[in-house]
């Protein structure tokens, strides 16, 4: 396993942010969900691109904490722009399961 120091990781934008919006997306090559996830005033909403359909419902996804890589570039996939990165942990079956907050916190804060 490759060490990194703090300041790297310092550099790496981890923010909670909340899904407002969850829909299909059939172009994806790989089954995925179209989010769109608040952070706060000051950050705005950003879309990604989510490989969580074995696990995950849209309308469970509404109104749920998520953690997301905010400094990543635009990605571009099909014709779609993916603005950040939700993070997840796969599962022996390779299922995604959402890392998320197991307490509600302020959206837009950063992971310490």
């Given at each position: 396993m490759?060490?990194?120091?703090w300041?790297?990781?310092?550099q790496?934008?981890?923010?909670?942010?909340t899904?407002?919006a969850a829909?299909p997306?059939?172009?994806?090559?790989?089954?995925?969900?179209k989010?769109?996830v608040d952070?706060?005033g000051e950050?705005?909403t950003?879309r990604?691109?989510?490989?969580?359909?074995?696990l995950y419902?849209p309308?469970q996804?509404i109104g749920?904490?998520v953690?997301?890589?905010?400094?990543?570039p635009?990605?571009?996939?099909?014709?779609?722009v993916?603005e950040?990165?939700?993070?997840?942990?796969?599962?022996?079956?390779?299922?995604?399961?959402?890392a998320?907050?197991?307490?509600?916190?302020?959206?837009?804060?950063?992971l310490a």
């Open positions: 490759t060490q990194i120091s300041d790297d990781f310092m790496v934008e981890l923010r909670a942010g899904i407002v829909e997306f059939p172009q994806a090559r790989k089954p995925a969900w989010l769109t952070f706060g950050i705005g950003r990604s691109s989510a490989q969580l359909t074995a419902q309308e996804l749920k904490q953690l997301a890589v905010l400094n990543f635009p990605k571009q996939i099909g014709p779609f993916s950040c990165l939700v993070t997840g942990l796969y599962r022996e079956d390779g299922a995604v399961v959402l998320v907050p197991d307490q509600p916190v302020p959206n837009g804060a950063r």
